[in-house]
Every structure is written in structure tokens, then in C-alpha cells.
């Protein structure tokens, strides 16, 4: 049964860091691309930041660059999101996510899109205090 496990939700202050771990088992996740997806109250989920199979690549949301740093560790089966210099507005469920990179692309576009990952965790909660 593949599973993917987030953990590191948290409350801070703005301004503060957390950093967010998703732990897969099932399957091997070192073919994948790894994403990591949002969802605030009443607003649809959205894409944060996404890396390829090997790492060597990373796609960021505009409102998260140069603050969130995601990452990849394939011998323990696990991405994280380290998350820098947050603000209320980053508030939301955090969502880790995975699909088969069939395909090498430097095309956010191939990235972005929730609807194309296969497998997804239960979320962990992050909640910035102003």
C-alpha cells in the first residue's frame, strides 16, 4: 500500500521557519517527481514547489521563491519543504504528493498541476501567527 506521511506542521510567528517532511512507502519514490500543495479555507489547492526524480531540478510558486526550499533524500524515501521568512498568508494545509516522472521536461507547466499526481498524504497543518 503506497503511503505518504507529512509532518513538521506547526504554529509560528511571521517571520518564523518550520520545516515539512513527507515520508513515502509502498513503492520506490526515487523515479518520482515529489510536489508539495496547499490548500487555505475556501480557496482551492495550490501548487507550492515540486522537484524532479534525481533532485537536480526545482520549480517554485511565484509567492513562495526565494523563502521555501524543497528537497530530497531518495535513500530514506522522503522530500522536505523548508519554509523560511513565512507570513499569515502562508497558512494553509500542507499536501506532499507524488507522480512517475515518465518524462524529462523543464516545463513548469508539466509541474504545476495538481490533477496529474497519483498518490497524496493526509496533510499537515501550518498556521503563521501575525
Known amino acids: 500500500q503506497v503511503q505518504l506521511v507529512e509532518s513538521g506542521g506547526g504554529l509560528v510567528q511571521a517571520g518564523g521557519s518550520l520545516r515539512l517532511s513527507c515520508a513515502a512507502s509502498?513503492?520506490?519514490?526515487?523515479?518520482?517527481?515529489m510536489g508539495w500543495f496547499r490548500q487555505a479555507p475556501g480557496k482551492e489547492r495550490e501548487f507550492v514547489a515540486a522537484?524532479?526524480?534525481?533532485?537536480?531540478?526545482?520549480y517554485y510558486a511565484d509567492s513562495v521563491k526565494g523563502r521555501f526550499t524543497i528537497s530530497r533524500d531518495n535513500a530514506k524515501n522522503t522530500v522536505y519543504l523548508q519554509m523560511n521568512s513565512l507570513k499569515p498568508e502562508d497558512t494553509a494545509v500542507y499536501y506532499c504528493a507524488s507522480k512517475r516522472q515518465s518524462r524529462i521536461s523543464d516545463s513548469r507547466s508539466y509541474y504545476t498541476p495538481a490533477a496529474t499526481y497519483d498518490y497524496w498524504g493526509q496533510g499537515t497543518q501550518v498556521t503563521v501567527s501575525s
Open positions: 509502498g513503492r520506490t519514490f526515487s523515479s518520482d517527481v
Open positions: 522537484i524532479t526524480w534525481s533532485g537536480g531540478s526545482t
